[in-house]
């Protein structure tokens, strides 16, 4: 049982995601995608866009209310 058995797609559409984080607990993806910020759950769904902006990294404060 390999990763690659485990892996698995949670993105989608075009664009190069630039950077990733993921959220203290695990279940949750944030990524840089032209010019804006998204979010998407570990689990399944969609991505949503929860900023604008060009962002050139992502890091998440520790109590995940922040990026910087």
Same mark, same amino acid.
């Given at each position: 049982? &390999? /990763?690659?058995?485990? @892996?698995?797609?949670?993105?989608? =559409?075009?664009? $190069? /995601?630039? %950077?990733?984080?993921?959220?203290?607990? %695990?279940?949750? /993806? *944030?990524?840089?995608? $032209?010019?804006?910020? *998204? $979010? +998407?759950? +570990?689990? =399944?769904?969609?991505?949503?866009? /929860? @900023?604008?902006?060009? *962002? $050139? &990294?992502?890091?998440?404060?520790?109590? &995940?209310?922040?990026?910087?």
């Amino acid at each position: 049982d &390999g /990763i690659r058995d485990r @892996a698995r797609q949670i993105t989608s =559409g075009s664009g $190069s /995601i630039r %950077g990733f984080t993921s959220s203290s607990d %695990g279940k949750t /993806i *944030y990524f840089t995608r $032209s010019g804006g910020l *998204y $979010s +998407v759950r +570990v689990d =399944g769904g969609k991505a949503k866009k /929860i @900023a604008d902006g060009n *962002y $050139s &990294g992502l890091t998440l404060t520790a109590d &995940g209310k922040h990026f910087f």
